[in-house]
């Protein structure tokens, strides 16, 4: 292409008799390009101007025009052009394609709002930074927003984005202290979040945020996010702290879930997950322990971890139903307890234990019940563990006991009968076995 051969720098042209200011045009020579107020070191690259370092200027830098100017297609903001910059408050963005590099505006005097209707893509990361912008309005956004874009912007109040962003990195809005509105809030294309991108933003004031393609999200992802549903209908993986004491009431993840990470659902505010199924190999620390308003069920049927650390599923008060898995041989101090009413189902051997006080209430109304899906290869195991089992042919059970709940009354000596229809046999197991601390009134066991 032809580059425009030397031009007189523009000045600012005052119309005299009228007041009018007008623009200063951009004009280039072999070193600079230049508006007669801001000064850069330039270069073409596939017809696109870009500005590789920055010479003087001050206040407003308007490139309204420099594409028009400078016959270019669309405008790069090279790296670290502005970085640190402390003369410069405002920007204004030309109609062309802009694309913006690592640490162009950060930690600048950037301030106010920030926007464009013009295609944008931030090629790296910190694009923004620590800059003291209270807006962004950038509709036409495309590609990914980068790690560290808009982190640290604390008079950042509102952002608006485009449906068409790819993903959103790790940390590109965190510590944005006042950021309130957000939009949008639905992410179609979206496939991939890395790291915590809303971190700290604890004014967020969304109600929703969906994002139908994601089939993994990262540690501490929306760790304190104020938020009151998280559509992710795809995901199956989730990192350590993911939801800790997020405020989301409502989160829908994939129909099965293979990957967890510590206290992933750690004092969430969680009511309800939906029918997620949990086939994972491992328990991790901590997973719900205090998630108290959790509801319905929590299915580790198609699991197989052999044991479950302390605090897993400690204090969930609100929790229905708890299906342990075939696998499970073991229950640590604190594993499931202080569960109210909860139900739990062990659908295999009977677990050892290291402690009394696996299923100790926080009251002396414990009202937990105890389901015990025995099939004809556990037996063996449970007539081992527990030697006072007695097996009798159900035949013998007389037809005013053929029902599958029984309540048992408060004694130490008091015993519970269940029945097993798949194998035809009645369970008739002492309560001073290792059932001892579940002596309270109206407790229910269910063995089937």
Request: net charge negative; with cysteine; proline share 5%.
């Amino acid at each position: 292409m032809n580059i425009l051969s030397l031009k007189k720098l523009g000045s600012l042209l005052i119309l005299m008799g009228i007041g009018l200011i007008a623009k200063a045009e951009w004009v280039i020579n072999d070193k600079e390009v230049s508006d007669g107020n801001w000064s850069f070191v330039y270069e073409i690259t596939e017809e696109k101007i870009k500005l590789t370092s920055y010479k003087s200027g001050a206040d407003v830098l308007d490139l309204s025009s420099i594409c028009k100017d400078t016959d270019t297609s669309g405008l790069i903001l090279g790296d670290s052009l502005l970085y640190g910059n402390q003369t410069i408050t405002t920007v204004v963005f030309p109609s062309e394609p802009i694309q913006v590099s690592r640490r162009a505006f950060r930690e600048s005097s950037l301030s106010g709002d920030l926007a464009s209707d013009s295609p944008i893509e931030l090629l790296s990361n910190d694009a923004f930074a620590i800059t003291l912008i209270t807006s962004v309005s950038f509709p036409n956004i495309y590609g990914k927003i980068p790690v560290w874009s808009f982190y640290g912007c604390s008079n950042l109040t509102s952002v608006v984005l485009s449906k068409d962003i790819t993903s959103i990195s790790g940390t590109s809005f965190s510590d944005c202290v006042q950021l309130q509105s957000f939009s949008p809030t639905e992410f179609p294309e979206v496939t991939q979040i890395d790291g915590a991108p809303f971190k700290n933003c604890k004014k967020l004031q969304v109600t929703r945020f969906s994002f139908p393609k994601v089939e993994s999200i990262p540690g501490e992802c929306f760790h304190s996010l104020q938020i009151k549903e998280l559509y992710l209908p795809m995901c199956s993986s989730i990192g350590g702290s993911a939801f800790y004491n997020s405020s989301a009431t409502n989160i829908t993840l994939g129909p099965v879930v293979t990957n967890i990470g510590n206290y992933a659902f750690g004092v969430a505010k969680v009511e309800n997950l939906g029918t997620t199924k949990y086939s994972i190999p491992t328990i991790p620390s901590g997973l719900f322990n205090q998630a108290k308003s959790l509801k319905g069920v929590l299915d580790f049927s198609k699991s197989t971890f052999t044991s479950i650390p302390g605090e897993v599923f400690c204090q969930m008060s609100a929790l229905e139903r708890l299906i342990l898995p075939e696998t499970l041989s073991s229950l640590t101090r604190n594993s499931i307890s202080k569960l109210g009413k909860c139900e739990i189902v062990f659908l295999g051997a009977k677990p050892s234990y290291d402690t009394d006080e696996i299923f100790w209430p926080s009251s002396n109304n414990f009202k937990n019940r105890l389901s015990f899906v025995i099939t004809e290869k556990h037996i063996n195991s449970w007539t081992n563990a527990v030697n006072d089992i007695v097996f009798t042919p159900l035949k013998d059970v007389p037809d005013s006991e053929k029902t599958d709940t029984y309540y048992f009354p408060k004694s130490d000596k008091s015993r519970v009968i269940g029945l097993i229809s798949t194998t035809s046999l009645k369970y008739d197991i002492p309560v001073t076995s290792w059932l001892s601390v579940l002596n309270e009134v109206g407790t229910i066991i269910v063995i089937r």
